[in-house]
């Protein structure tokens, strides 16, 4: 066998090793890259002074089905809200704020549903001049949304909201090493100034 043959011969045996290894690695390399960005939205009230609320309570949330994934995201929201100078309170009666999340991991999640359940006038009509009394508006989030509200707890009328969509995963443990990063995109600039309300 001359040398060409020879050449020949190592690289067609070579060809399905190097194949085998392509596909062994594929599935991580499709891992590494399956979590898309979430893509965020900021929305606010332009025409709440941010700077006259100190103190918050938590409202009821939206579970994602793990408690210990739940805490995690009520962790993170808080740590966003201290660092900006904010104080929780154990009663609604003595805060300025009422926080609530909703965490939508395996089904849609309807707004307007579990905010009627709070009593009447919790809710939004959107922000902006014009914008109204506090009246619930049907919306719909889809699965694997983080959704982080605040109210006003005096006027019951929602005063910012962030929006995180592809956020969550079924599986906690995908979701731990990139939601704190999400949440902490979400009060990148938290107290927004007051101004138009913008994403």
Known sequence: MDATARQTTRTNRFLPVAAGLLLALW???ASAAAPASAQTSIDFDGATDFSRYKT???GQNTSSGNPV????????????????????????????????EHATVKNDTTVDTFYTG??????????????GTSTTVSQTLRSGTLVVD?????????????????ALSTKPEENYPKVEKIIAR????????PGPSRP
């Open 69 to 100: 994934a739940d805490e995690h995201i009520v962790n993170w929201i808080e740590a966003q809200l201290a660092a900006a100078g904010w104080t929780k309170v154990t009663t609604a009666g003595e805060a300025q704020v009422i926080v609530a």
């Open 56 to 58: 918050y309570a938590w």
């Open 150 to 166: 605040l109210f006003d707890a005096a006027t019951k009328k929602l005063i910012w909201r962030g929006t995180a969509e592809g």
């Open 186 to 193: 979400l009060f990148k600039k938290f107290p927004p100034t």
């Open 118 to 131: 709070w009593g009447t006038g919790w809710g939004w009509t959107g922000f902006g001049p014009g914008a």
């Open 27 to 29: 599935p991580a390399a």
